[in-house]
C-alpha cells in the first residue's frame, strides 16, 4: 500500500488543446483584471492600519460588553469611534479611531481611551493595542508597494537571463494581471490590506512565478528536442507534460494553507484566503495565460532561433 | 547524479542529524547546561508585549544647538569689543545671522565668530563645524551637514544610552532598544501589555536645573527683562514665577536620587546627592544667595522654588514639591538615569496582552499540524514510496528549518508560522518535479536506473530556476518589510535554502539506497 501511487491528477499521454483556448482565457482575464482595477479605485481597499495609520484597540470586558456603553464612554472622552464591534467572545470588543494628524495626537487619544473604557466597563482590559502615526504609516506603504515593484522588476531580470525575453516579459505581465485579481479579491473580501497582505501577494507572486518557471521550463526543452512542431502544438505539448506537477503543487500548497485560512485566526485567516485565490488563480494563468501570451510573442522568433543552429541556448546548470 | 561517495553520504547525514539536534532546545527545552545552545526568539505577537517606534526630535537639537552657538557668539563679540550689532536664530536654515550695527566692524566680528569653529573628526576626514560666510544680510554662522549628522548621531546614541537606563530600572525583563534609520529607536518590552508607565517614563526629557528666582521681576509683565524667563509652576496651572536664565547647576551633575518620606510631614520626596563639580558650585550659590529663593526646574517647569536658608555644602538636596508615591519614584528614576538630549515621541505603538499571543500560538499550531498531514497523505497517496521518501525529507527540512532559525537566533511571529507552513506546501514541489521526471522517463522506455538518473538531471534545473525567483521575491520582503513580517521573509527564505537541501540531496539519497538495496525491475511510479 505504501509502494505504488493510488492517485492521479490526469492520465499520461493527455493531449489537451489549451491553446484553442487561449483568446478566451485571456479575455476573461483582461475583463477580471479590468473589473479589479475598478474595484481598486472604488470603492477601494480597506486599508489596514499599517497603511492608514490610526488606533486599534482590542478590549476584553468584565462580563458580557456592552457596546453602546463603550461608545457613550468614548464620546465623553470627546472621541468618536470610527468602529465599536464584538469580536469573537461576547467580553470581546474591538474599537477602531481615525487617523490622527499627528503621533502625539495618536498618544493622547490611546491614552483617552483607557481612561474612557475604564469609566463606562470598569475592570476591562486592553489586550491589544496598534496605533500608527501618519508619518509611518505613509513609510509602510511605500516600502511595501517598493517591495512588490522591485520583486517584479528581479523576477523578470532572473527570467530573462535564465530563458529569453519573450519568457520574461509573458511572465511579467500575466504576474501584473495575477496581482490586479488578487487586489481585486481584497477589495471585494474587505480584507484589511496591511503589511501581512503585501506579504501574501508577494508569496502568490513567488508561487505563480514557480509555476510559469516550470511550464517555461519545459516549452524550452521541446523547443529543443522538436526542431520542426508548429509553437503552437509545442507549447500544448508542454504543458500537458506538465499538468500533474502543476496540479499536485497547487494542490499540496493549497492543502497547507487550507488549515491557516479555516484555523488561523484574525490576523492569518486573511492572508490564507489571499493565498488560497492566488493559487487557483496563479495555476491558471501558467496555462491559459502566461503561455498564450508566449505563443504570440515568440510564433516567429522562438522557432527561427530554436531552428538556427548557429546561435546556441545556454546550456543548463550541472548539478 | 546517483553515485554518493561516503564522505558525501557522511555530510549529508552528518547535516540531517545536526539539524535535529540543533533544533531540540526549542522543543523540550534547554538541553545540556554548559552547551551554547540557541534558540529562536518568539515574538511579541506571540509571547505579548510591547514594540514602540520612537522619533528623536532633531529639529530640538539643533535649536538647542544654535543656542549654544548664539551664546558663544556674544560672548566671543563682546571680548572684541563689538557693539552694537544684532544677532537672530535661522533655525530652520540651521544658521545664526549677525550683523554689525557698524560696517566698519565686519572685519573684526568675522574674526571673532571664527574663533568659534572647532573641527569634527580627525585626520583628512576632518572638517568645520562651522560655515562662516558674509553674506548682504550680515555674517551667516551656519552648522556645516558634516556637523548636523555629527550632531543627529550623538543625539540618538545618547537617548538610546538614556532610555535603556531608564527602562533598566522599571524591572522591564529583555528589553530589546535598537536604533532604526537617521532618528528613531525601538523600543520591544516582552511581557508589558500595557506600556503606558514607560511611555511617561520616555515621554518627559527630565533636564533638571538649578537657578535662581528673580525676586525683582514681575511675572505678569508682557516681556521678561532681558537674562530673565517667565517659567510655569508645576503644581500650580496658570501661574508664573520669574526665573533669571542662567543655569547655575545642572542635573548631569547628580550621582543619585531617590524617593523617600519626610519624616516630619510623611510628605514624599525625592532626596539627591551631587558629584564633586556639583557639590562645589550648589555650595557656591547657596553661600552666595541665602536668604534667597531659587527655583528647581524641570522640564521649563519649577516643582519647587525654596528659600536657602543655609549654605548647603554637603552636595545634598531634597525636592519636595506635592509629589505622590509614584510620582517621587518616577522622578528619581529620570534624575538617576539622567536626561534624554531631546524629546522622544512615539510614532508607532504595538501591545499584545499574553493570552493573544497564547491564542495565536495554539491556532498556529493546529494550522500547521493539520497542513503537515494533509501534504504527508496527499504525497502518499499521489507519489506511493517516493511520496513517503519525500515526507520523511519533509520531516528533516523541518529540523533544518528550526535549526537554522535558531542558530541565526531568529524571531519567529505570527507571519513567520504562516511562513512555515506554506514552506510545508511549497517543499514537495521539488519532490513532485523529481518523480514526475522520473516516471516520464520510465515511460519513454528507461530502464529504472537510467530513468532516475535522466530524473534527477532535468528536475534539478527547474527546481533551481523555480526556486530562485521566490528567494529574490522574499529578500525583498525583508529588505522592505517590517516587524512581524519580517520573520516571514525570513521563514520562507530560511524554508527555501533547506528545501533545496532536503529535497536534492536527503530525498536523493534515500531513493538511490532504496535502489541500491533492492534493485527492483519496476519503479513505483
Given amino acids: 500500500m505504501f509502494m505504488r501511487p493510488r492517485l492521479r491528477f490526469v492520465p499520461d499521454g493527455t493531449r489537451i488543446r489549451f491553446m484553442r483556448g487561449r483568446f478566451l482565457g485571456i479575455a476573461v482575464s483582461a475583463v477580471l483584471s479590468t473589473l479589479s482595477v475598478i474595484l481598486f479605485f472604488y470603492p477601494g481597499l480597506n486599508l489596514g492600519i499599517d497603511f492608514a495609520g490610526g488606533i486599534v484597540m482590542e478590549v476584553r470586558t468584565q462580563g458580557p460588553a456592552d457596546l453602546a456603553r463603550v461608545r457613550e464612554g468614548l464620546a465623553q472622552q470627546g472621541l468618536r469611534a470610527a468602529g465599536v464591534q464584538r469580536f469573537g467572545a461576547a467580553d470581546d470588543v474591538l474599537i477602531r479611531l481615525e487617523a490622527q494628524p499627528t503621533a502625539q495626537a495618536t498618544q493622547a487619544v490611546v491614552n483617552r481611551v483607557r481612561a474612557g473604557l475604564d469609566q463606562v466597563q470598569p475592570g476591562s482590559r486592553v489586550l491589544r493595542t496598534d496605533a500608527v502615526g501618519p508619518s509611518v504609516s505613509a513609510e509602510l506603504y511605500r516600502n511595501g508597494m517598493l517591495a512588490l515593484g522591485i520583486s517584479l522588476l528581479m523576477i523578470l531580470v532572473y527570467i530573462w537571463f535564465r530563458f529569453e525575453w519573450q519568457f520574461a516579459v509573458g511572465a511579467v505581465a500575466t504576474l501584473l494581471l495575477d496581482i490586479t485579481k488578487t487586489v481585486g479579491f481584497l477589495a471585494v473580501t474587505r480584507f484589511e490590506f496591511d503589511l501581512v497582505m503585501v506579504a501574501a501577494i508577494l508569496t502568490v507572486l513567488g508561487y505563480s512565478t514557480n509555476d510559469k518557471v516550470v511550464v517555461y521550463d519545459r516549452v524550452r526543452e521541446n523547443l529543443r528536442k522538436f526542431k520542426s512542431m508548429p509553437l503552437r502544438d509545442l507549447i500544448d505539448l508542454s504543458i500537458n507534460e506538465t499538468l500533474n506537477r502543476t496540479l499536485g503543487t497547487s494542490a499540496t500548497v493549497f492543502l497547507a494553507a487550507l488549515p491557516l485560512a479555516l484555523f488561523g485566526g484574525t490576523t492569518l485567516s486573511g492572508f490564507a484566503w489571499v493565498m488560497l485565490f492566488g493559487i487557483v488563480v496563479g495555476t491558471s494563468s501558467s496555462i491559459f495565460i502566461a503561455a498564450p501570451i508566449l505563443l504570440f510573442l515568440g510564433e516567429h522568433r522562438l522557432r527561427r532561433e530554436a531552428q538556427a543552429p548557429a546561435r546556441p541556448k545556454p546550456a543548463k546548470a550541472a548539478p | ?160 544610552e538614556i532610555v535603556r537606563r531608564r527602562i533598566d530600572e522599571t524591572g522591564v525583563v529583555d528589553p530589546i532598544i535598537t536604533r532604526q534609520g537617521q532618528d528613531r529607536i525601538v523600543v520591544q518590552l516582552p511581557g508589558i501589555e500595557d506600556p503606558d508607565r514607560i511611555k511617561q517614563l520616555l515621554g518627559k526629557t527630565a533636564r533638571m536645573t538649578f537657578q535662581l528666582v528673580d525676586a525683582n521681576a514681575d511675572p505678569s509683565a508682557p516681556v521678561p527683562p532681558p537674562g530673565v524667563e517667565f517659567l510655569p509652576l508645576a503644581d500650580k496651572p496658570g501661574q508664573k514665577i520669574a526665573v533669571r536664565k542662567r543655569v547655575e547647576v545642572d542635573g548631569a551633575n547628580l550621582t543619585d536620587a531617590r524617593a523617600g518620606q519626610n519624616p516630619q510631614t510623611g510628605e514624599w520626596v525625592v532626596n539627591f546627592t551631587f558629584d564633586s563639580l556639583g557639590t562645589r558650585r550648589f555650595a557656591d550659590v547657596t553661600r552666595a544667595n541665602t536668604g534667597h529663593p531659587f527655583a528647581i526646574v524641570l522640564d521649563n517647569k519649577v516643582i519647587s ?221
Fill in chain 2, 1 to 160: 547524479m546517483l553515485y554518493f561517495s561516503r564522505f558525501k553520504t557522511a555530510l549529508i547525514l552528518g547535516a540531517c542529524v545536526l539539524g535535529v539536534l540543533l533544533s531540540l532546545p526549542n522543543l523540550i527545552g534547554p538541553v545540556a547546561g554548559g552547551l551554547p545552545w540557541r534558540t529562536i526568539r518568539l515574538g511579541l505577537d506571540l509571547r505579548g508585549g510591547s514594540y514602540l517606534l520612537m522619533e528623536v526630535d532633531m529639529g530640538a537639537v539643533i535649536k538647542e544647538r544654535l543656542e549654544g552657538l548664539a551664546d558663544g557668539a556674544r560672548r566671543a563679540l563682546e571680548r572684541a569689543a563689538i557693539r552694537p550689532y544684532t544677532l537672530a536664530i535661522q533655525a530652520a536654515d540651521h544658521r545664526l545671522l549677525v550683523k554689525p550695527g557698524n560696517p566698519a566692524q565686519q572685519e573684526p566680528a568675522l574674526a571673532a565668530l571664527r574663533t568659534l569653529q572647532t573641527t569634527e573628526g580627525q585626520g583628512l576626514g576632518a572638517r568645520p563645524d562651522l560655515d562662516i560666510t558674509a553674506t548682504p544680510d550680515g555674517i551667516a554662522v551656519g552648522l556645516s551637514a558634516a556637523a548636523l549628522i555629527e550632531r543627529a548621531n550623538q543625539a540618538v546614541q545618547q537617548s538610546i
Fill in chain 2, 305 to 525: 522654588a525654596p528659600v536657602i536658608r543655609e549654605p548647603i555644602t554637603g552636595g545634598r538636596g531634597q525636592i519636595s514639591g506635592s509629589f505622590t508615591a509614584a510620582s517621587a519614584t518616577d522622578l528619581a528614576v529620570l534624575l538617576r538615569a539622567g536626561a534624554l538630549p531631546a524629546p522622544l515621541t512615539v510614532v508607532e505603538e504595538r501591545s499584545v496582552g499574553p493570552e493573544l499571543g497564547a491564542d495565536a500560538i495554539r491556532a498556529g499550531a493546529i494550522s500547521l499540524g493539520v497542513g503537515f498531514v494533509f501534504v504527508i497523505v496527499f504525497m502518499g497517496a499521489f507519489y506511493g514510496l517516493f511520496g513517503w521518501i519525500a515526507n520523511l525529507a519533509l520531516v528533516f527540512n523541518l529540523f533544518l528549518m528550526l535549526a537554522i532559525l535558531s542558530l541565526l537566533q531568529a524571531t519567529l511571529t505570527l507571519p513567520g508560522m504562516a511562513g512555515i507552513l506554506l514552506t510545508l506546501g511549497m517543499a514537495v514541489d521539488a519532490n513532485i518535479l523529481i518523480n514526475e521526471r522520473i516516471r516520464e522517463e520510465v515511460k519513454n522506455g528507461r530502464t529504472p536506473l537510467n530513468a532516475m538518473e535522466t530524473g534527477f538531471r532535468r528536475a534539478y534545473a527547474t527546481i533551481v530556476d523555480s526556486n530562485m525567483t521566490a528567494f529574490l521575491a522574499h529578500v525583498m520582503l525583508f529588505i522592505f518589510g517590517s516587524g512581524p513580517v519580517r520573520g516571514f521573509a525570513v521563514t520562507i527564505t530560511v524554508g527555501i535554502v533547506t528545501t533545496l537541501f532536503t529535497a536534492t540531496m536527503v530525498a536523493r539519497l534515500l531513493m538511490v539506497r532504496w535502489y541500491a538495496a533492492t534493485r527492483p525491475a519496476a519503479l513505483p511510479v
